[in-house]
């Protein structure tokens, strides 16, 4: 597909509206397509040979299709995800408007610039969010390490006072038996 010249003329042929949402679809579909044939087409029997029994090589096959099912599952999912948290059909719907053939009387009379500016602080929100996204995430795993730290600190001085307190009480069990022992009468053999 050619672009539109900087010039402003239009070069090259239109595509139909909706035809690239399509096709991101359809490249979406063969990726999880073959991802999940990947994982069926893994010799999983040479793999666990030396680490399973006869009987659970038996069950391999199914949990190589149970695996495949669910990946493809979770693969369909997240794509739908992204497809709306990336706001992709927003921005393709834009393209298609930004690429539109100018002398095309149905064409919206957008402005180039302003659309490319907004896409681009599109790409900048985006951009932003993830990160924050991902310092919060960080935040978040931290928080729940420092909350562990805390508790196994709390842990071990309890049982160091604990001990503290036993050898306070041995010490002072074995002082009072050696000054009992200094201060009684010694008797004389008669």
Do not use: Y
């Not at 921005?91 to 064409?107: C, G, K």
């Not at 310092?135 to 196994?152: G, P």
């Not at 604990?162 to 041995?170: F, V």
């Not at 038996?177 to 009684?184: A, G, I, K, Q």
């Amino acid at each position: 597909m050619e672009m539109p010249s900087t010039s402003g003329s239009w070069q090259g042929p239109a595509v139909e509206k909706g035809a690239r949402m399509a096709k991101l679809a359809k490249a979406s579909e063969r990726l999880v397509s073959c991802s999940a044939a990947d994982i069926l087409k893994q010799d999983f029997e040479a793999l666990f040979a030396t680490a399973l029994t006869g009987n659970d090589m038996h069950s391999l096959s199914q949990m190589k299709t149970w695996m495949a099912a669910t990946f493809a599952d979770r693969a369909h999912r997240a794509q739908a995800e992204a497809i709306v948290d990336q706001q992709i059909a927003e921005f393709i719907s834009r393209l298609e408007v930004q690429l539109q053939d100018p002398n095309d009387p149905t064409a919206p009379a957008d402005d180039m610039s302003q659309a490319m500016a907004d896409l681009q602080d599109s790409v900048r929100v985006q951009e932003k969010r993830g990160r924050l996204q991902m310092l919060r995430s960080q935040i978040e795993q931290q928080e729940l390490c420092n909350k562990k730290q805390a508790d196994s600190n709390m842990a071990m001085s309890a049982r160091m006072q604990a001990a503290k307190s036993k050898l306070d009480r041995d010490t002072s069990g074995l002082m009072a038996e050696l000054c009992e022992d200094r201060f009684l009468p010694t008797r004389s053999a008669a």
